[in-house]
Nanobody, 127 residues
Framework: QVQLVESGGGLVQAGESLRLSCTAHARTFSRYAMGWFRQAQGKEREFVAAVSGSGVNTAHADSVKGRFTISRDNANHTLYLQMNTLKPEDTAVYYC????????????????????WGQGTQITVSS
């Protein structure tokens, strides 16, 4: 069982950067594979990035590859999404998600893989 709290959202101009954080209130953070998803108005929730429990393995959606980087600090129970060169198309509500795992190497890219979700944080990128 884990509670996820996101922070770092806001309004930025195209080309700027943001760093999202997701603090996980869990006894052992490494037991959770983590992911970032986003949902634009009128669109389905889509995969952005994911990281294994160990932090070693990652995956990024093609739309953000090379611009966004997922990472985690297991000592501080925090998940990050570094978002560089933001585009108006990145405007969405961003959610962090957690999945319990028995092994620490798995990376999950589908919404149904995750059982725990944060409240979401709005990212708006103006042109």
């Amino acid at each position: 069982q884990v509670q996820l709290v996101e922070s770092g959202g806001g309004l930025v101009q195209a080309g700027e950067s943001l760093r999202l954080s997701c603090t996980a209130h869990a006894r052992t953070f490494s037991r959770y594979a983590m992911g970032w998803f986003r949902q634009a108005q009128g669109k389905e929730r889509e995969f952005v990035a994911a990281v294994s429990g160990s932090g070693v393995n990652t995956a990024h959606a093609d739309s953000v590859k090379g611009r966004f980087t997922i990472s985690r600090d297991n000592a501080n129970h925090t998940l990050y999404l570094q978002m560089n060169t933001l585009k108006p198309e990145d405007t969405a509500v961003y959610y962090c998600a957690a999945r319990t795992v028995n092994y620490y190497s798995g990376v999950y890219t589908r919404v149904p893989s995750y059982g725990y979700w944060g409240q979401g944080t709005q990212i708006t990128v103006s042109s």
